[in-house]
């Protein structure tokens, strides 16, 4: 089976590359459950999520553990996923062009079984900030200890 990307054209598609994005779903849109992780670019640490059911949906996330070495998820935050050592964990990302600014919502973060492929998107009891500055400069640290 092939899938059509927004960003990387017709592209090959396996079962086992499908991430499950179910319980809960994509905040906003629920209507999509099939995701795949394409590379943003060779050497970058950005990915595309790109939504197998629409070829126009696609989302930049990125490993918040790259910003924030001590991201940490409250394991009864998550239901259903098995521990810790089970999961991986992405961040959404925005960017406004308008602003040359790129933000990354902690509070929100996607949240799969790596083996099952099967996760969704959780709000956490952690009141990390939904924008963390990924922008040079802007003191995304300083931000965090601020925990908004």
Known sequence: ?????????????????LIWLEHPPLLGFSH?????????????????????ENPGICFVVVDPLLWVPDYAIPQGDIVDLGSKDEWAALTLCTIDPSQSRMTTNLRSPLVVNKTSRRGGQYVLSVPYPHQFSLTPGEGSHARLNQKV
């Open 32 to 52: 999509l459950r099939r995701f795949i992780l394409l590379p943003h670019a060779q050497d970058s640490p950005f990915l595309y999520l790109q939504s197998a």
């Open 1 to 17: 089976m092939h899938i059509q990307t927004k960003f990387h054209g017709l592209r090959p598609l396996e079962d086992a590359d």
